[in-house]
């Protein structure tokens, strides 16, 4: 069965960087393409970045745009989010999805990033 | 930008009811439009996708319908399991996805 499982997350200084993983399992990774969806505490789903299935094409939200790096290893069914220059308004759980024809159809459980002094 | 005006925000509603949302689009979509439900602390779950197809595994109590820029969500006979919140998402303008604001489901 499909299995997202995110890692990675913790408390961080503003200012300062984090790399998330997601661990994909259950069915051929290289044939999809990913998002990095994030929920802050209490909010709504924010889209942040998307990786098409073979690391060709990757896509950003204004507000993370040249902070965040999506990539993808393959050969390892790993995604990651590179976050550099963290504020306090990237604190949320960040969610890893499979992207299916054109729809999410599978999620991780998320891993929760705060950033605080 | 699209954005996606979902309603009510919350509700109230007792089991055996049946609920309906609403989720407009500020442009033309087409029915390129997903329904989530999301319970605290869980991950979202894909119910609809292509604004009324049901996705495999979900029980056929879930609904939706519309294209263009007016889309509802049904549930009908409402289970004690079905108490969470539920967003729409559109993808007309892929790569990026937009999601509703939410509408938060509780009991009478």
């Known amino acids: 069965q499909v299995q997202l499982v995110e890692s990675g997350g913790g408390v961080v200084q503003p200012g300062r960087s984090l790399r998330l993983s997601c661990a994909a399992s259950g069915f051929t990774f290289s044939n999809n393409g990913m998002h990095w969806v994030r929920q802050a505490p209490g909010k709504g789903l924010e889209w942040v970045a998307v990786?098409?299935?073979?690391?060709?094409?990757?896509y950003y939200a204004d507000s993370v745009k040249g902070r965040f790096t999506i990539s993808r290893d393959n050969s390892n069914n790993m995604l990651y989010l590179q976050m550099n220059s963290l504020r306090d308004e990237d604190t949320a759980v960040y969610y890893c999805?499979?992207?299916?024809?054109?729809?999410?159809?599978?999620w991780g459980q998320g891993t929760l990033v705060t950033v605080s002094s | 930008d699209i954005q996606m005006t979902q309603s009510p925000s919350s509700l109230s509603a007792s089991v055996g009811d049946t609920v309906t949302i609403t989720c407009q689009a500020s442009q033309d979509i087409s029915n390129y439009l997903n329904w989530f439900q999301q319970k605290p602390g869980k991950a979202p779950k894909l119910l609809i996708y292509d604004a009324s197809n049901l996705q495999p595994g979900v029980p056929s109590r879930f609904s939706g319908s519309g294209s263009g820029t007016d889309f509802t969500f049904t549930i009908n006979s409402l289970q004690p399991e079905d108490f969470a919140t539920y967003y729409c998402q559109q993808y007309d303008h892929l790569p990026a996805l937009t999601f509703g604001g939410g509408t938060k489901v509780e009991i009478k």
């Open positions: 999805a499979r992207i299916y024809g054109t729809r999410p159809d599978y």
């Open positions: 990786i098409w299935y073979d690391g060709g094409q990757k």
